[in-house]
């Protein structure tokens, strides 16, 4: 997102898309709040993808019941008790995942941040005081500073989610972030994010609908800027000692027992990076 840019209409698209997986039959998790802070305006968003890139509410409604269960995981099992949303957009984990004792930091870009507070001032019933709510730009802040300003503790371990960001900013402001973390957080931390491959980001060697998928969030404001096929070299020279990375084909595999070809999900990737190697227990 460019500096000057006002909130960010790809945040209220995946809303929309969370929205909508909230009410399958089987769904994969149920976000109450989603239909609500998306509104008409994400909806429409989410509907002019639809033509361009049929599997985006597939792959959405994975990333999110799988970083959900990173949480869990995080707060139940291994006593993490901060959870860090950087790039939050309408992000409802501190509302939908609550515990006793863990504190939620929504990071976020301030334009796109002070919207999300003016939705949810008009909704009835959110916990807005579940989050602390934290201003950054990736591109020019340092998000550990910024973080530690609003009580985040560096010496005790976080979970940290950067989801549906990282594809929006340039290589220096990934490198710079990712660099950050791994030198700023307790050791034992982990970040997960989401990242898109090379040709994506390029644009060259793109098929039609790809190319189609690129120009339309390209148009909302926020084109994507960085894809990599490869995290692991980026995320050693920031720091990072211990990389995992799973493609959205096996996601699909494990939640919902079957493959298909025809999904798309060719550029779509989910990686897993700690300071060092995480205490058993990580995935
Ligand atoms: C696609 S949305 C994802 C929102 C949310 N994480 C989710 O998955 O629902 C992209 C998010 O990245 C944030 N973002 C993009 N560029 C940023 C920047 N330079 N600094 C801080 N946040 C940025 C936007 O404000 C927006 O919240």
């Known amino acids: 997102m460019d500096t000057t840019s006002s909130a960010s209409k790809t945040a209220l698209m995946v809303c929309a898309y969370r929205a909508r997986a909230s009410r399958w039959e089987k769904p994969l998790f149920v976000d109450p709040y989603a239909e609500a802070l998306a509104g008409a305006d994400g ?9 361009r890139f049929p ?3 597939l792959w959405l409604a994975l990333r999110v019941a799988y970083i959900d269960r990173l949480v869990g995981l995080a707060v139940d099992q291994l006593s993490v008790r901060q959870i860090v949303i950087l790039g ?5 984990r501190a509302a939908r995942l609550p515990r006793a004792g863990v504190t939620f930091f929504e ?17 009835s019933g959110y916990p807005v005081d579940n989050a602390r709510y934290v201003t950054c730009n990736f591109e020019r802040e340092d998000p550990i500073d910024r973080l530690v300003a609003s009580g985040f503790s ?5 979970l940290v989610v ?4 990282v594809p929006y900013l340039t290589e220096g402001a990934v490198r710079a972030t990712a660099s950050r973390l791994a030198t700023g957080l307790d050791p034992r931390s982990l970040v997960a994010f989401d990242f898109v491959g090379k040709k994506l980001a390029s644009g060259q060697g793109l098929n039609e609908k790809d190319q189609a998928t690129r120009s339309y969030v390209g148009e909302l ?13 980026l995320l050693y020279e920031c720091g990072f000692r211990w990389v995992r990375t799973l493609d959205f084909n096996e996601l699909a595999l494990e939640m919902l027992g079957d493959y298909q070809r025809d999904r798309m999900f060719r550029f779509q990737h989910l990686a897993l990076a700690a ?5 058993a227990g990580w995935p």
Request: proline share 11%; net charge negative.
């Open 162 to 165: 950067w989801e549906g960001v």
């Open 154 to 158: 560096t010496t005790e371990p976080a």
């Open 43 to 51: 909806h429409e968003i989410a509907k002019l993808l639809d033509t």
């Open 88 to 92: 939050a957009g309408y992000d409802t």
């Open 107 to 123: 990071v976020d870009h301030p334009a796109t941040q002070a919207s999300k507070r003016e939705r949810l001032a008009t909704l």
């Open 221 to 233: 404001g926020e084109p994507i800027r960085y894809g990599s096929d490869d995290m692991l070299p």
């Open 275 to 279: 300071p060092r190697t995480p205490v």
């Open 55 to 57: 599997p985006m509410e």
